[in-house]
């Protein structure tokens, strides 16, 4: 490592590129062809990520309930709340139009109010029958009138099925077949089917359709990120250019860096597909990163090429010095950014995983990326002109360096006591923090589904299904009667719980069938007694045999029974507090030893997922420091440096999580990614201000002072330069519908912001102030790894 990052290495390497520039080029152009082939791999995520590993016993426990009940997320619902729905016209009209789905071969069943059908008892011989609960296929408005009445009085079956009990509203469900659910079978039905049928029924017919269903969800929420992905792109290369073009004022280098990040972009698309990686809400966000830490690349190579060009005029000998000097800087940066985003992979979440993996290897093609073509197409053309420099010795900056300067100098106890006032605040902010695991809360809350998802969770009390599977350890134990009474109980707790929905279960048939028992008496929905259950039963086995009506709550063999209860859109704590007050009380209805119940679901998994991925994170994020800090200890071989390294790194980390308490922003997958990045982003600047730091301590015979302030107007300009283009290239994100994406872009932009504050103020503070300590030969040894080298080390290069 240390050979291979020594300046004989990064010569020779100059040397190789500077000579072999037409092969270079082909090799980038054979790369980009190569990439750009697998770009057909490439496939959008249409499922929810799993954040859990596929051993967790959660995911155990539900692929078991998959195994005995199938996919769960296959029900796609329609609803209308509209009273000039039950007229004659327009009733039929909405018959036909659920009909017509019936036809596709995408659809398995579809229960709409033309399709209800009632249990009827019938004598000689004693069986329940299923007859047709609108018979004729025309009707009157008088018998309009009486299938309301009937559908909202007289069948408490149907209530949170077919209708809504606040009000008027009624629903009609698709049911996908399950093979589909998770495939692009299901976006081509519901974009190219569903919604087109849909607008042209609320176009005719005048009325508004809420369509929803986490089939839906999923595909209009993938159809955003893929519009976003396009957005975020532009978005990022239109404000890095402006910002670009501003401190360079040459249309050559914007365009030369511009076109360096596009090959970064079509490359981190081809890394996808080349792994065979679903495009996801993290992965998404890749191809736009590699604009936002491209850029920075490109101002350190060639703001170094312009001091070069400056200061001696000699185009060969400034693009050499540009390899052999900034190259080597600006590979321990991209390693240690690189460094941040690879310990997701080390995560036992395969999200995490796949994000890590490709983000790190993206930003390790791109430093090459960027060294090749700026260093190979500058060499092609002529040096820049003065214009081009003016840049160079702007007063505004020379201002700007000059305050700094004035800051550490006199000020550094008023920098200490914000820094100590940040460190509190953020600390008490910190304990406000919560955790969420919704699956819906960074869905885009301006988009219409989204919309419909609120308008079904105030008219069925929520739309995420929540699975509670009963093993009741024998086989025929569900249809027993203690056990629909202790279903019948838990039924009736989960009814009790606001952020739940009415339960679906067996329970709700075996009342209906009492109900047709006593020829159709709505007072008699309950749960039959022992003797009734006596009467009742030759009808009730008739019943069971024809058309397999309960196969999809009752598994096989008759051991395994399925509740299913519809979720509000609430977040882990809530989450976990309904477990809390429901699982002792399920424990006290359902004997441990006599029966298993498990709560399960996408949502629930979810929701667990996302505890599992904090712990996960903050892993990664310990993991990332103690591998830079060992990184910052092989480099600059000194345990007291890697303290003050740390300190203006791990400051800006702990005030972003401070305001994310104050702001009320949750601690969720999205933003919790916000520390590793901004931490191995950040970190870069300490990087690039120690190294010349060290080197003008060596330079100025150890005199502190002038080393601190020399090092500080060295890297000043760039450090603001590059953050100033990180800032509003991450604030990019903040365009985005998804409240997580929303919320990475302007904490990551906030968070390296006060970063290179922290480096430019706090930094040099510390080491003014713990001079004596260590400034001196012994604490500061000879290091493992010189980042940039003295120019009487570097061999002369003759224009050519």
């Known amino acids: 490592m ?247 004022r040459s249309f050559r280098a914007t365009f030369i860096s511009m076109a360096t990040v596009i090959i970064g972009v079509m490359w981190a698309f081809g890394i996808l597909g080349l792994l065979k990686y679903e495009i996801t809400v993290l992965t998404a966000i890749i191809p736009p990163l590699v604009i936002v830490i491209g850029i920075p690349n490109c101002i350190f190579l060639i703001n170094k090429y312009q001091q070069e060009i400056k200061k001696h005029g000699n185009k060969a000998k400034s693009l050499q010095r540009v390899i052999t000097k900034v190259g080597n800087a600006t590979l321990m940066t991209n390693i240690t950014t690189a460094a941040g985003f690879a310990t997701f992979a080390l995560t036992e979440s395969k999200l995490l995983k796949e994000f890590g993996i490709v983000a790190s290897l993206n930003i390790v093609a791109l430093f090459i990326l960027c060294l090749l073509v700026i260093t190979v197409i500058y060499s092609y053309m002529p040096p820049p002109k003065e214009r081009h420099l003016k840049h160079l010795g702007k007063q505004w900056i020379e201002r700007l360096v000059d305050w700094m300067e004035h800051m550490v100098k006199t000020r550094r106890i008023t920098i200490y006591a914000w820094s100590v006032m940040i460190l509190i605040g953020s600390i008490i902010g910190i304990y406000t923090i919560k955790v969420s695991g919704s699956l819906l809360e960074d869905m885009p809350k301006e988009a219409p589904f989204f919309k419909d998802i609120t308008f079904f969770e105030k008219e069925f009390d929520g739309i995420m299904p929540l699975e509670i599977l009963i093993d009741t350890k024998r086989k025929q134990g569900v249809l027993k009667l203690p056990t629909l009474k202790r279903m019948e109980k838990l ?44 009467f009742i039963l030759p009808y009730a086995k008739s019943f069971e045999s024809k058309a397999g009506v309960m196969k999809s709550y009752i598994d096989s063999t008759g051991q395994y029974a399925r509740i299913t209860t519809f979720m509000k859109d609430v977040g882990t704590e809530e989450m976990e507090r309904i477990e809390a007050n429901l699982t002792p009380k399920i424990k006290k209805i359902f004997p441990e030893d006599r029966y298993d119940v498990t709560f399960t679901g996408k949502a629930l998994i979810f929701q667990k997922g996302t505890t599992y991925l904090v712990w996960n994170l903050v892993f990664s994020l310990g993991l990332a420091i103690l591998l830079i800090a060992l990184f910052m200890a092989w480099m600059f071989r000194s345990f007291k440096m890697i303290i003050i390294s740390l300190i203006p790194n791990l400051l800006p980390l702990l005030m972003t999580a401070g305001l994310m308490g104050f702001l009320g922003v949750p601690i969720k997958p999205s933003t919790i990614l916000v520390f590793s990045i901004a931490f191995g982003i950040s970190v870069d600047d300490t990087i690039h201000f120690l190294a010349k730091y060290r080197q003008e301590l060596k330079s100025n015979h150890w005199r502190i002072r002038k080393s601190v302030f020399g090092a500080l107007r060295e890297t000043g300009v760039s450090m603001f330069y590059t953050s100033t283009v990180l800032f509003f290239g991450f604030s990019v994100f903040m365009i985005s519908s998804f409240g997580g994406t929303k919320a990475l872009g302007g904490l990551i932009s906030i968070t390296l912001i006060f970063a290179m504050l922290a480096n430019l103020l706090l930094l040099p503070s510390l080491l003014l102030s713990l001079e004596r300590s260590i400034a001196n030969k012994k604490t500061l040894k000879e290091p493992k790894l010189r980042i940039i080298a003295n120019d009487e080390e570097l061999p002369e290069q003759k224009e050519k």
Do not use: C
């Open 2 to 248: 240390a050979k291979l990052l020594s300046f004989g290495f990064w010569n020779a390497l100059a040397g190789i590129i500077l000579r072999n520039r037409p092969a270079i080029i082909i090799l980038i152009v054979g790369i980009t062809v190569f990439l750009g082939f697998q770009w057909q791999h490439m496939r959008f995520s249409f499922t929810e990520a799993n954040l859990l590993p596929d051993d967790h016993e959660i995911n155990l426990q539900y692929q078991k309930f998959l195994d005995k009940f199938g996919e769960e997320g296959n029900l796609i619902v329609m609803a209308v709340n509209d009273s000039s729905l039950f007229s004659p016209e327009k009733l039929k009209a909405w018959n036909n139009f659920n009909n017509s789905f019936k036809t596709h071969d995408e659809i398995d069943l579809v229960i709409s109010i033309g399709d209800l059908q009632k249990l009827e008892k019938k004598d000689n011989p004693p069986r329940f029958e299923l007859t047709p609960f609108i018979k004729d296929s025309t009707f009157t408005k008088d018998q309009v009138s009486e299938y309301k009445f009937e559908l909202f009085n007289e069948l408490p079956f149907y209530q949170g099925l077919v209708y809504s009990k606040h009000s008027e509203t009624v629903q009609s469900a698709l049911y996908l077949k399950k093979e589909i659910v998770n495939t692009s079978i299901r976006k081509v039905f519901i974009e190219k089917v569903l919604v087109p049928k849909v607008e042209a029924f609320e176009k005719k017919h005048n009325i508004d359709i809420k369509v929803s269903g986490m089939s839906y969800i999923r595909t209009m929420n993938s159809q955003n990120i893929m519009d976003e992905i396009q957005i975020f792109i532009l978005g990022a290369l239109l404000v890095t250019s402006v910002i670009f073009f501003f401190f360079f």
């Open 491 to 534: 039924s009736e707790l989960i009814e009790e719980t606001p952020e739940l929905s009415k339960p679906i279960s067996i329970v709700n048939l075996v009342k209906y069938a009492k109900q047709a028992f006593y020829n159709g008496n709505p007072k008699y929905y309950q749960i039959p007694t022992s003797q009734e259950r006596n």
